[in-house]
């Protein structure tokens, strides 16, 4: 997890000296930023654009493991999940807060660790860290991190305006996050059976990365206003691809098919799901985690889009009745079902 060599207690500083600590770092890069850490509230001026606001908390235990995720790439992440919540609204993320609950066993070199993966993140996405909050936690650890950025008005996407026809695309490939976690998890039982085991991650470095370092898919949105393309329907895929895309369609009072054959899958992804006795399609549609975009679009901008190797159009809504579908590869129509993750659900 963290080496205890060079340990500092975290009651040396106190919480305004960790704060200044570990924040002094962070460059503010966004004219929006008028004020960041430092004062008792940040201060943000956009302009007269739309305003997008998201936050996600993660605990220690249910949303990571730190017998696997190392430090940084927690800090990474943390920040990434959260990112990709603005971008899934079309919009472009500028600041965030980030707040942590630390337990004793945690020393300043450990914090460390996560805040250089905080920075990692805002450096890589052009995001201005403007304030959070640090405190004691009996339960391990906890980061909370609220994103925030900006939108035209009229290029919002929200999750209810699919239309019957519309095309629905998704970002990047599936199932990658969940089937990394399985060989983490797998790694983790036999290295407590056997401490002296070394993990066996060969060839499986594509999809470890998929669900310890995601990326929030900043680019698609840029793409997507490059190509003159505006979804009418969009979400990210966290908890599972079946979950995101009856979401769509719940809200937008529509029904949808999807094809089997048409699921973007990355052959790492395929291979070691076969490995580990799982189902490749079932991991795409139920894993989660992956953070890609899915969105809808109208099929007049086919041809815009369909040339885009890292966009794949996986099926189209249709009306209420229909419910939502999958033609499987041996053309066998089953009823999609939402099997992801479950926030509540321990």
């Not at 908890?239 to 769509?248: C, F, N, Q, V, Y």
């Not at 399609?281 to 109208?298: P, Q, S, V």
Request: aromatic share 6%; hydrophobic share 40%; with cysteine.
């Amino acid at each position: 997890m963290f080496e205890n060599s060079g340990r500092t207690d975290l009651a040396e500083l106190g919480e305004f000296g960790l704060i200044k600590h570990l924040t002094e770092n962070f460059k503010i890069r966004h004219e929006s930023s008028i004020k960041g850490v430092g004062d008792d509230a940040a201060v943000l001026n956009f302009d007269g654009k739309q305003v997008l606001i998201s936050t996600d908390l993660l605990l220690e235990g249910i949303h990571f493991d730190l017998a696997y995720v190392p430090l940084m790439h927690l800090g990474y992440k943390a920040i990434q999940v959260n990112l990709s919540d603005i971008y899934a609204m079309n919009g472009i993320a500028t600041q965030v807060t980030v707040s942590v609950g630390l337990s004793s066993k945690f020393p300043l070199e450990a914090v460390e660790e996560i805040y250089k993966g905080i920075e990692l993140a805002c450096n890589k996405f052009n995001i201005d860290l403007i304030g959070g909050d640090t405190s004691t936690s009996k339960q391990g650890l906890v980061i909370s991190v609220t994103s925030i950025g900006y939108a035209e008005k009229d290029e919002v996407v929200y999750r209810n305006g699919a239309g019957e026809g519309d095309l629905l695309c998704v970002s990047g490939d599936l199932g990658g996050a969940y089937v990394g976690l399985q060989i983490l998890e797998r790694e983790k039982l036999i290295f407590l059976e056997n401490p002296d085991i070394q993990p066996d991650l060969e060839g499986k470095d594509y999809i470890i990365e998929r669900q310890l370092k995601p990326e929030g898919r900043r680019d698609i949105v840029d793409l997507l206003a490059q190509i003159k393309v505006l979804p009418t329907a969009m979400i990210d895929v966290s908890d599972g691809l079946a979950s995101e895309i009856m979401h769509i369609c719940q809200q937008s009072d529509k029904g949808c098919t999807i094809y089997e054959d048409k699921l973007p899958i990355d052959p790492v992804t395929y291979e070691t799901a076969r490995e580990l006795g799982l189902d490749p399609t079932i991991c795409a549609l139920n894993g989660g985690e992956d953070y890609e975009l899915l969105f809808t679009i109208k099929q007049s901008d086919y041809d815009k889009i369909k040339n885009d190797v890292d966009v794949s159009i996986i099926g189209h809504i249709t009306d209420k009745n229909s419910g939502c579908k999958m033609v499987s590869k041996s053309n066998v129509v089953h009823e999609l079902k939402a099997q992801g993750w479950n926030a509540f659900k321990l």
